[in-house]
């Protein structure tokens, strides 16, 4: 037809529920535009800022508006192209005791609230991995109808994050929408033939005993991912290990590389902790997930292959597949929650590449046609009160 054409331009994010900005810094590798992003978090909002360089704006996302969301970052709603978030749903998570009836875990309707005002061309959820499984599948099966009551095709996955270069054997589910009558992205195929170890990984950074912190390299990197990871960066920024007693120390030693605390002698053994507690990272193998707990020996599978001591938060966000000059601000223990938390980026552009690649594939006109319906979705709409919700 004369006078349609492609899109060629980026398409404008927002990003919900953002933390410091793991899945944006990747979309915006990918080709995205960020607009901002929101969350009520003011430490991880501080760490966004500071990296990315675009609006933030604190805000509880279970009451704010669409109206003082859009005023308190600058921009027009009419012209968000995608939506992402990752809404916490901790009550799911296969890390520790699950909760269905956390709170948190409702997050994702508010979310779908502002989806259903915006209507955006694209939404992209990031979630923990139960929440495939959560009541038996049902709370998979209610977001994803959710959307398509609203006018979305909406599909979900679950991707290992390993699988596009990053350290880390970390699952995460991943949600794709779009507007009906737009090309469906696909989900992203794996970047990697071989996974990055930890020693690839972090092997190059200094070494430190338990209290001490260290700011310069002190030798060249000698893999690809470390190569990569340093870029320009000639000073190593959040390098701390945590200061452990000398009888941690001593249990420690005791362990190798990949171990765990079979290795412990029974007069050492801790009188408390799980199964893979007191276990160390396999140097040869990519970790198995970064947690706020990373520098707690203690904690599941969070000490050093080699150095007796958890996890620097530089190291977790090396784990986390974050370049070296992305500093983290706050506390030394909010720093280690915001990494924890944190989206890995090379898991985030792969997802960017593939929505801006069906953004991309979608006529001008088609995309505008698919999103007048936003008009009449928030016309003599009442308060956020009395919009639709989901039942859980």
Not at 7 to 19: I, Q, T, V, Y
Not at 180 to 209: N, Q, S, W, Y
Request: charged fraction near 25%.
């Amino acid at each position: 037809m004369a006078g349609r054409q492609r899109h060629r331009r980026s398409p404008a994010c927002l990003d919900l529920f953002c933390g410091i900005g793991g899945l944006s810094l990747g979309l915006d590798r990918a080709g995205l535009r960020s607009l901002g992003g929101i969350d009520h978090w003011a430490d991880a909002l501080a760490t966004f800022q500071h990296n990315l360089g675009h609006p933030t704006l604190e805000a509880d996302l279970a009451t704010a508006t669409l109206k003082e969301i859009s005023e308190g970052l600058g921009f027009d709603p009419a012209a968000v192209d995608v939506v992402v978030g990752g809404p916490p749903c901790q009550g799911f998570s296969t890390v520790g005791k699950r909760d269905h009836t956390d709170p948190r875990n409702l997050l994702w309707q508010h979310f779908f609230e502002l989806v259903q005002e915006i209507r955006p061309a694209y939404v992209v959820i990031e979630n923990v991995e139960g929440l495939l499984v959560a009541d038996r599948g049902r709370i998979r099966a209610n977001i994803e109808d959710a959307f398509r009551s609203v006018g979305y095709g909406m599909k979900s996955t679950l991707l290992r994050a390993a699988d596009f270069g990053v350290p880390q054997l970390r699952k995460r589910v991943l949600f794709l929408g779009w507007l009906d009558g737009l090309a469906e992205p696909a989900f992203p195929e794996p970047t990697v033939a071989k996974h990055v170890t930890v020693a690839e990984a972090i092997f190059d950074l200094p070494a430190l005993r338990p209290g001490e912190t260290k700011t310069a390299y002190g030798h060249p990197p000698v893999t690809a991912y470390q190569l990569d990871r340093r870029g320009l960066s000639d000073v190593v920024h959040n390098h701390t290990a945590a200061n452990h007693p000398e009888s941690l120390v001593e249990i420690l030693k005791h362990i190798p590389d990949g171990g765990n605390r079979l290795s412990i002698p029974d007069p050492l053994q801790p009188k408390s902790g799980f199964h893979n507690s007191y276990a160390r990272l396999d140097s040869q193998k990519p970790a198995i997930a970064v947690t706020s707990n990373m520098r707690k020996p203690s904690s599941a599978r969070a000490t050093h292959p080699l150095q007796h001591r958890g996890l620097t938060v530089r190291e977790g966000l090396r784990l986390q597949s974050f370049d070296d000059d992305f500093v983290v601000l706050g506390s030394r223990t909010s720093q280690y929650l915001q990494v924890g938390n944190a989206v890995p980026p090379l898991l985030g552009e792969a997802i960017g590449r593939e929505v801006l690649r069906a953004y991309r594939s979608n006529d001008v006109v088609d995309i505008q046609d698919a999103r007048k319906q936003r008009t009449l979705t928030r016309s003599n709409r009442s308060p956020r009160i009395a919009r639709r919700v989901v039942p859980v």
